[in-house]
């Protein structure tokens, strides 16, 4: 009886140390579980998203010529970024179809975030009036640097002193005023179309190879008016020969910054042009959010600031998201107006 016991007593014993045994084997399992969570949770943390761009060249497409404003722009933009991403930028100019051939060959390249596109307004009006498929949607803003608003801009010796006075006398003779612009389709076109559409007037629009021959046609008392940038008219207005009748921008220009802005004067037209820099869509968010870092750098630079003020071009930095937003807002407003204003 007592080698029974004892047998039954040491089986029970044996039981007690297995399952005591188990008990240990689980816990080191669960606890060598969770160290190796979060060994992988350190390491996902502390590798880099992104060695974007490394030393690789980065190309900064400008669908314009060279030395305008775009141009101007995008050279000193990319002079600073080269400085915050730590490798070597190209600027070429790629022109054709109002911007559509500059701004094409950038949609169709690899999105990787080392082919970049100056993106100008007239990147949301090119579908609206006909000239390629392509808009804004296809790309991701990764920040803007300036706007320049337009300035409805006439000679000194004008008979009109206001921009009411101006619009009062389109009113009454229609189509006898000739206004000049940049060329057909241009912001500046837009612009002049716009005050024939928000005022109830008719102009003769006269479309010009860029903005200078316009403001020398105005010069040369060959046209009424023009609708162009201030610094464009800055030089004349400085000498006497011109005056500026209105700004049409958000707010008052630093070149001519007494004259107020159609806003101001109870007539609701805003019309700008703007620049900022944008890739293709399909780059991914890691590279976009480097590119947005290192554009805010390069835009909020005291020598990108210095130049746009130089020019004569208002600073005003927009990060990626926010451009996408006010993108996306005015290709809609341009896909409305250009064909009620019946330019396309």
Known sequence: MKKILSLALSAAMLLSLAACGGGNDNKSNSSAGTPSSASTSADKSSTPKTDFPGNKQISLIVPYSAGGASDTTARIYASELEKALGTTIVVSNVTG???????????????????????????????????????TDDFKFIGRAMTIPAAVTVRADAPWNTFQEFVDYAKEHPGEVQVGNSGTGSIWHVAAASIEDKCGVEFTHVPFDGAAPAVAALLGNNIQAVTVSPSEVKTNVDSGDFKVLAILGEGHS???????????????????????????????QDVIDVLVAASETAINSDAVKDLLAERGFEHAYLNGTDMDAKAASELAYYGDLIPKLGIA
């Open 254 to 284: 630093s070149v001519v910054p007494d004259v107020q802005t159609a806003q101001e004067m109870g007539i609701d037209i805003t019309i700008q042009g703007w620049g900022g820099f944008a890739v293709p869509k399909d780059t991914p």
């Open 97 to 135: 179809a109002s911007g559509a051939i500059g701004l094409e060959q950038v949609r169709n390249s690899n999105p990787d975030g080392y082919t970049i596109a100056y993106m100008p307004v007239e990147s949301t009006m090119l579908r609206a009036l006909g000239f390629t498929d392509l808009s």
